[in-house]
């Protein structure tokens, strides 16, 4: 039997002539060698899971070699593995259970009983949750007392793909302490596996909407009384874009169906319709024609990613990015709320926040990029705690939530705001501004040699270093500024005296430099960007 070039098939089911009626027969042939194909795949088990092309690498076949992987993780921990997974013995996993669901994509049904047969075979209580966003696993872990979760999904990568995130007992994303060891596990299993049929898959079913709202509740996450009574009032248009992801009815289901809301591509349709299932500027498009014609006191758009970990906002004026709704939400927090604690944003995030933080008091944790590099200030014994977590890449959460970014909690505390403050997005945004200033931030980037990737590469990078010290001046086309502050937690960021910065961070798997900005004005950011360059390039004389 001829082998099936699936990533060929791919390319005709996205392609623009792709006709989803007439063309079923495409979609078919990826399902069938998804569920069939006994080809070994590489797994790289990062922070936000594997990913992996639907049919040639990401099968039934090698899905059952990852579950068998993590068990081994289990079967074999030391005490500091052990520590890791928050557990202390095989058998706690077993009686505490764990969580699997999956998001829209194709098969998510199929590939979630392959890793459910597993675990049940060797004595493990499952939960069900069906179709879920990212966020809730989390959730459900906590408020079950479960010991991990495998969540089927690549996030916001293209239809073509699928993934698994597998998150231990506190909800959060595992460590590489953890994925490090799936990887070497799963690599050492894939070629020799011998397909196993699946048994009798006896799963608990659970809500996992009705437990991520009680968990919000519990845990004073969102003020949800102020927010039903400003959607109550009939002054607000709020618009949902799910772009038939796994976050689709739960605005609905968590504010009690508003008449209020407008739901946007709930549909069932695993392909996306077509385009790149991400919060961007360019599928913000319906929501802005619908808020653009609105005339009510209040507008909010959201656009939330496949499995709801991402999101970004329009509030009828503006598109409003998580540089600055970030920085609106920990200033809420602070002065409205009146929370104590600190603001963990990554290094590659708008320090907008920062100048806020400063003239507030209030300490800053800048992380390396990676979600999971807040959880030293999100767990349940942190002190301090984080009154926001945000990345540039629209990942957000707050005091006391979960310890994964959260999109329904960027929707929800954003109508809380509103409610609190009685103003939309951009209102509260322009007072911030006259308060503490501007910056625009920007980014860019250029290839480097291929011979390059790697270590010496971040050898290469580390050298800037040298001629960025504190107090040292650079050239910014025709003005020098004065290196005011200098972080090498990820890449180097060197901060100038009036606030503005750039960020060159290598890339770990291909021959690139990322160039990040955040400038004064506008007309600034080509000067920038060309100072990095110089600074890398001049970084090996």
Sequence with gaps: MPTINTSKIWKQIQAPDFNPARDTHLVEKVKNAALTSTKPAKVSFGTSGWRGEIGSEFTLRNIQVVAKAILQIYREADAATFEALGVSSFEELQTKGMVVGH???MLGKEFCEVVADQFIKAG??????????????????????AACSVNMTPSHNPS?????????????????????????????????????ELGEINWEAIDPI??????????????????LSLLSKGSIDLVCDHVHGSTRGRPAALLNNPQCLTSLRTENDPLF?????????????????????????FRLGV???????????????????????????????????????????????????????????????????????????LKRDANPKALIAFEESDGITGLNNTLEKDAMFGLLIALEIMATTGKNLG??????????????????????????????????VAEIAKSAQPGTKIDIGKKSKVVCELLTVDGIKIIFDDNSWILVRPSGTEPKIRIYAECRYPEE???MFNAAKNLFFNSDQ
């Design 124 to 145: 493990v209580k499952v939960y069900y949750g069906g179709e879920m966003p990212t966020p809730e696993f989390s959730t459900a872990v906590e408020s079950l007392g």
């Design 103 to 105: 998001d829209n994509r």
């Design 303 to 377: 656009i939330l990613d496949p499995d709801g970990d991402r999101i970004r906002f329009y509030d009828g004026t503006r598109e409003i990015d998580m540089n600055s709704f970030g920085a609106i939400a920990f200033h809420y927090m602070v002065t409205w709320r009146k929370k104590k604690g600190v603001l963990a944003k990554s290094v590659a995030t708008s320090n907008f926040a920062n100048i806020i933080a400063e003239k507030l008091g209030i300490p800053v944790m800048e992380t390396p990029v990676g979600f999971k590099n807040f959880r030293p200030w």
């Design 525 to 527: 950011k080509d000067d």
């Design 160 to 196: 073509d793909y699928s993934g698994i995130k597998f998150n231990p007992a506190d909800g959060g994303p595992a460590g590489p302490e953890i994925t490090d060891k799936i990887t070497d596990n799963s690599n050492a299993l894939m070629k020799s596996h011998t397909w196993e």
């Design 427 to 460: 209102e509260y945004l322009d007072l911030l501004y006259a308060e503490f200033g501007r910056l625009y931030p920007e980014r860019s980037g250029f290839e480097v040699d291929k011979s390059l990737v790697g270590e010496p590469l971040l050898a290469r």
């Design 210 to 227: 009705k437990i991520y709202k009680a968990f919000t509740e519990k845990q004073e996450t969102i003020n949800y009384s102020k927010i």
């Design 273 to 297: 319709g077509g385009v790149a299932p991400e919060p961007s500027s360019k599928n913000l498009a319906e929501i802005k024609r619908v808020l653009d014609a609105s005339k009510s006191c």
